[in-house]
């Protein structure tokens, strides 16, 4: 007769011992709520952690183990697939990049679910701020698992247009809890941004063109919009260098000087431009001749006021002529008669200091030390004489000049 409590026996001892080789390996009953309908793609991996079924999981770069995935944490991050088969730490665990996985409920049919960014190894439709779909829902219950990279591709149309306000975000050579998103306005118009065919790093704005105090480039230029949105912006534009040029702004605070000169520049013709501790004014002419109004350091403050007229300045300035023991005219030049004072000396006959033009209201102290009578005049006119060891003052009329004193 067949002896069945001892094949039982045998049985139970059996089943005994294959639990303990499978808990001894790494395999529990496995207590998640998901289990899997269908596989048509999956791979095997060694969890880093006790892994269940329906957990989305990561390989970690540091030990190449699975772990749970976290879209809140760089290195938690992207997932690479759903767990099939669940596993303790250091098994052999089951890992779906394709199938169907049931469980859920309550899901939007039809909707993408992504890596959970508060719950690690959640699955959730509501999209975190770095969004990696894993699948979408078929039903209330299922999901088709189809592993996305970090890239959410579910956005990319075939012309290549990603929705979202924040679509693109870009984790940098660390991976952390610090990323650089590429937000975008939603926009009210066809916008195009136009990256040029050149390396460099991108001007950085608050504003955008035509919004109040904003600030952006044009050709050749950049374009302020001021405190008020309306027609009227400043541009900031250069002329076309012929060689290097370099601007540099003080460091300090001010109002910039302007120049209704367009081609204002050092040694341009009429131009004017700053040198040390003064202005320098070129002239009508473009040459290696300007003049420079410089003052002298001053010990104190100091204000000079030209007055509300038009006249010439009188300069604090000397004009001395030797005859050298003739008596040949003194044709004065323009810088000579632009002097207050005038000296002749060393004649021999009567002599003449001719101004080159009239200066109506001018004075001038003339001292003759010629040894000989001085004609003070215009050219071409008749002045006035002074004689020998004496000064005279002299005022200018539209035509000439006419003796005020002479000393005694």
């Known amino acids: 007769m067949t002896n069945y ?3 039982h026996r045998t049985a139970l001892t059996l ?4 639990f303990v080789l499978f808990m001894a390996a790494g395999y529990a009953p496995d207590a998640s709520a998901y289990s899997v309908k269908q596989i048509w793609a999956r791979f095997s991996a060694t969890a880093g952690e006790t892994l269940s079924t329906g957990d989305v999981v990561v390989i970690k770069s540091a030990d190449g183990y699975a772990w749970k995935a976290n879209a809140a944490s760089g290195s938690l991050r992207p997932a690479v697939g759903v767990v099939g088969k669940s596993g303790t730490a250091g098994s052999t665990v089951e890992i779906i990049v394709n199938g ?3 469980g859920w409920t ?3 049919k039809g909707s993408p679910g992504y890596v959970s960014g508060t719950t690690a190894g959640a699955i959730t439709q509501s999209s975190p701020a770095y ?3 894993v699948g979408y829902a078929i039903n209330a219950t299922d999901y088709v ?5 970090y890239f959410d591709t579910t956005s990319l149309t075939a012309l290549g ?3 979202g306000a924040t679509p693109l975000v870009l984790e940098g050579a660390t991976a952390d809890a610090f990323q650089t998103t590429i937000a975008v306005t939603d926009p009210t118009a066809a916008r195009t941004f136009t990256l040029p065919d050149a390396s460099g790093v991108p001007v950085l704005s608050a504003g955008v063109p035509e919004a109040a105090t904003s600030v952006w480039g044009t050709a050749n230029g950049f374009v302020f919009e001021g405190a008020t949105a309306n027609a009227f912006e400043t541009t900031l534009t250069v002329t076309d260098p012929t060689a290097d040029r370099t601007f540099t702004l003080p460091d300090g605070s001010g109002t910039a000087m302007v120049s209704s000169l367009a081609t204002n ?3 341009v013709a009429d131009s004017v431009w700053g040198a040390s501790n003064g202005l320098v004014f070129e002239g009508a002419t473009a040459d290696a001749y300007e003049t420079t109004i410089t003052p002298t350091d001053p010990t104190a403050d100091r204000t000079v006021t030209i007055p509300d007229a038009s006249g010439t300045v009188s300069l604090n300035c000397t004009a001395t002529h030797n005859y050298a023991g003739a008596a040949a005219d003194w044709t004065m030049t323009a810088a000579e008669a632009a002097c207050s004072f005038v000296t002749v000396s060393n004649a021999n006959g009567a002599v003449k200091a001719i101004l080159p033009a009239a200066q109506a209201g001018k004075l001038w102290f003339v001292s003759n030390g010629s040894g000989q009578t001085l004609t003070f005049q215009v050219t071409g006119q008749t002045g006035a004489t002074l004689a020998t060891s004496k000064v005279g003052l002299y005022a200018g009329t539209a035509a000439d000049v006419f003796e005020i004193y002479e000393q005694p």
Do not use: F
């Open 131 to 133: 969004s990696q779909q």
């Open 161 to 163: 247009t990603l929705t």
């Open 265 to 267: 520049a050092p040694d």
């Open 100 to 102: 169907i996985v049931t």
């Open 15 to 18: 089943w005994a011992a294959l």
């Open 145 to 149: 698992i189809n592993c996305r990279s």
């Open 5 to 7: 409590k001892g094949i």
């Open 106 to 108: 309550s899901l939007s």
